[in-house]
């Protein structure tokens, strides 16, 4: 059996009183693509940071590929790629230069990132667009980028925090195609989302309310158990019910 690239067991983050996260456990798989949904302050945010090695936890263990959540968060962040929903780039930068200066913060030697470069841009059919600012780029391919300087370095883990947002359909569909990919070379891609057809692109689903896991499985088998035809109905079920209304 596969050894998992995260591991938590009872991981939990309270802010004096307050349980932001409460005793997560769960385990995430080479090339699995794991869902990782909540409504507005069901702790989604402060497990994601525990998980990158931004925050310490306040109890429970965790690995993040291979290695300790308290003993060893610089080494997790080697090993793991990240992506927001602001995408991560710098507007005044060129798309190439953009490509470098990442390739450069995760490690690759001047010739692994000549040799990236060049898979990077003939990827995403920027041939024309290297020396373009990313700030003139429109938002899909803006996107499309982002997640692509986040795996460079061919990480463990790609982290993807409501990457999404605010793009057309089309354009969301097409990112899902470079998450399949990345899938496909064994990077485990965690990802949060809000639209719940995307839940459904997932080999699992977990769904956060407030600070817990309320449920943790197949897309397929969360609809069998709720009875339902959708993710959304799912996830309408279980967050019909959250007290909370902010991470």
């Not at 959540?69 to 610089?74: E, L, T, W």
């Not at 090993?79 to 930068?93: A, V």
């Not at 947002?165 to 809000?194: E, M, N």
Request: glycine share 8%.
């Amino acid at each position: 059996m596969q050894t998992p690239v995260i591991k938590t067991e009872k991981l939990t983050k309270r802010f004096g009183d307050f349980i932001a996260a409460k005793e997560l456990s769960f385990e995430v798989y080479p090339g699995e693509i794991f869902g990782f949904l909540g409504a507005n302050g069901a702790g989604k945010t402060t497990a994601m940071r525990m998980l990158c090695g931004l925050s310490k936890p306040s109890s429970g263990t965790a690995t993040i590929a291979g290695f300790d959540v308290y003993r060893s968060p610089n080494e997790i962040k080697k090993n793991i790629g990240y992506m927001s929903q602001k995408f991560s780039l710098h507007e005044d930068l060129t798309v190439m230069e953009n490509i470098r200066f990442y390739g450069g913060i995760y490690g690759l030697s001047n010739e692994q990132l000549k040799t990236k470069s060049a898979e990077l841009v003939e990827l995403l059919g920027l041939q024309n667009e290297t020396k373009k600012l990313v700030s003139e780029l429109p938002l899909g391919w803006k996107q499309k980028l982002a997640f692509s300087v986040a795996v460079i370095h061919q990480p463990k883990i790609v982290f993807l925090d409501e990457p999404t947002g605010g793009v057309d359909p089309v354009t969301r569909r097409q990112f899902w195609d470079l998450i399949y990919d990345a899938s496909d070379k064994g990077i485990a891609v965690f990802v949060t989302t809000h639209y719940m057809d995307e839940a459904e692109y997932c080999n699992r689903v977990s769904i956060m309310v407030d600070g817990n896991i309320e449920a943790l499985d197949t897309p397929v088998n969360l609809k069998k158990q709720f009875s339902v035809n959708s993710m959304e109905e799912v996830f309408y079920q279980l967050a019909r019910g959250a007290k909370r209304k902010a991470d």
